[in-house]
């Protein structure tokens, strides 16, 4: 019931190192295929600003926080959507 206040370690006493690392790989896989992005710049802004606000607060144990960091890595990942539709 005690809420630590750091996302990495909420993952860690929840979920173990399991957790851990899929948290860790949700975070930086996105960064590592930046060059399929259509705005590698404002994912590399938003992957920072959210391993920031993760060593502050538990922002993935809320849905709020969960629902803003998918939208906008979604928005900022789709590449080329109007092709996929098109064919």
């Not at 851990?20 to 896989?29: D, G, N, P, R, Y």
């Not at 930046?34 to 994912?43: C, D, K, S």
Request: proline share 2%.
């Amino acid at each position: 019931r005690l809420n630590t206040h750091n996302q990495f370690l909420e993952a860690q006493m929840t979920f173990g190192v399991a957790g851990t690392v899929v948290l860790l790989l949700l975070l930086f896989l996105p960064v590592f295929f930046r060059n399929r992005m259509i705005y590698p710049q404002a994912l590399l802004a938003l992957i920072s600003l959210t391993v920031c606000f993760l060593l502050i607060e538990s922002m993935f144990n809320r849905q709020w926080g969960i629902m803003f960091f998918l939208l906008f890595v979604n928005l900022l990942a789709l590449k080329n959507i109007d092709d996929k539709f098109a064919g």
